[in-house]
């Protein structure tokens, strides 16, 4: 896979207690322990290491690598020797570029780990196994912080040349219909074929997500720009209007404002980027409609839209 290295390096460390695993760090500076559900070991003026505490420091190479959360994380390189620890198939996983869960209690452990997968078959244009599918939609999505899942969509958003890979799988896994209603519910929402002969409303959004993926390092705010394009119609389920053949969204941007910072305030508190996405959304249709007045539009309605 032709990727970028990673600066992300995991050591995993075996048959060495936390207070021994401690009193090795000390020689690198001042040791202290972070965090309460989940502890880990941290060195005074090196905020970029981490250590997690073993739940169990006797746990054998087979046990380690399911505790991962997926098979294509779970290979293991003895730094010793250089061997490569291959014990739930990873690399067959990898050639055949499919995302499988490493035990049946992963996503009950994190049920986060839900949207890490749909974004990883994003990032890497890899399929979720069926069974991973399966085991997803059977998953109580629930105590999971807000902070997280606005990590996965920066993620999902900024770093897949297609995210609506992902997103289409979080349809097909119920996280949209279970967690994100705003975008559930543009499944089905009609749209005039003359002008999106795509289909309903998540299609023409997927088709336009991957589209601003493609442009986005063009613009001084990506992220804002990524949300904007994921959100930009999701006042459509309520202004949609169907007349006889005639399909109609009057008003849909200034809607879709709305409903998009409820999306991105119940995900975060960047005033900035909320303000910056509902910005985009609520202008979005003005383009257009300048265009389609361009005979008669003035400078001063040109320098409102810049």
Known sequence: ???PASKDIDIEIFNLSTEKITDLLGAFGEVFISG???PVIKIKGHPEWDFTIPENPQLSFQEACQRRDFTINSMLMDIITGE???ELGARKDIKHKLIRHTSPGVFKNDPLRAYRACQLAARFDFKLHPDTIKLIQATPLTNLKAERIYEEFCKLLMLSRKPSIGLRYMQETGILERMHPSLFQLIGCQQSPLHHPEGDVLEHTLLVVDQTAQLKDKSHYPLALMFA??????????STRITGEKVTAYGHDV???TVAAE?????????RLIASVTTLIREHMRPVLLYKERERVSDKALRKLI
């Open 1 to 3: 896979m032709a990727l």
């Open 36 to 38: 309460q559900a989940y």
């Open 84 to 86: 490569l620890i291959d």
């Open 255 to 257: 809607c879709g404002a």
């Open 229 to 238: 394009a994921l959100l930009h119609d999701t006042g459509k389920p309520q």
């Open 263 to 271: 999306f991105m305030r119940r995900i975060t508190s960047n005033a």
